[in-house]
Nanobody, 125 residues
Framework: QVQLVESGGGLVQAGGSLRLSCAASGRSFSVYTMGWFRQAPGKERELVASIWSRGDTYYADSVKGRFTISRDNAKNTLYLQMMSLKPEDTAVYYC???????????????????WGQGTQVTVSS
């Protein structure tokens, strides 16, 4: 069983930055494929970025060059550094673990996937 707790969301002006953190419990963090998803009101959940156990990363085109996903296996923590934020980045951001994601960003949902409770990011114009 894995528990995920996100933090770091908030209100920021366009062009600003935020860093999200996701603290994970459990002993298998280092082997999990991890990801950040987001869901805006009235929209479907989308994969923003993912990171594999070996450190390879994937980014959605909408955030490429602005967001950076990283992990600290010693601290069982996942991060998402967000820069040059835009109003369209406004959403609830979710951390997820033990994912099946292809190198091109195709996510295959499974019952065993672990999810955090989400953290709100609001970017004002």
């Amino acid at each position: 069983q894995v528990q995920l707790v996100e933090s770091g969301g908030g209100l920021v002006q366009a062009g600003g930055s935020l860093r999200l953190s996701c603290a994970a419990s459990g002993r298998s963090f280092s082997v999990y494929t991890m990801g950040w998803f987001r869901q805006a009101p009235g929209k479907e959940r989308e994969l923003v970025a993912s990171i594999w156990s070996r450190g390879d990363t994937y980014y959605a085109d909408s955030v490429k060059g602005r967001f950076t996903i990283s992990r600290d296996n010693a601290k069982n923590t996942l991060y998402l550094q967000m820069m040059s934020l835009k109003p369209e980045d406004t959403a609830v951001y979710y951390c997820a673990a033990d994912l099946v994601i292809t190198s091109t960003g195709r996510y295959s949902p499974r019952v065993n996937d672990y999810w955090g409770q989400g953290t709100q990011v609001t970017v004002s114009s």
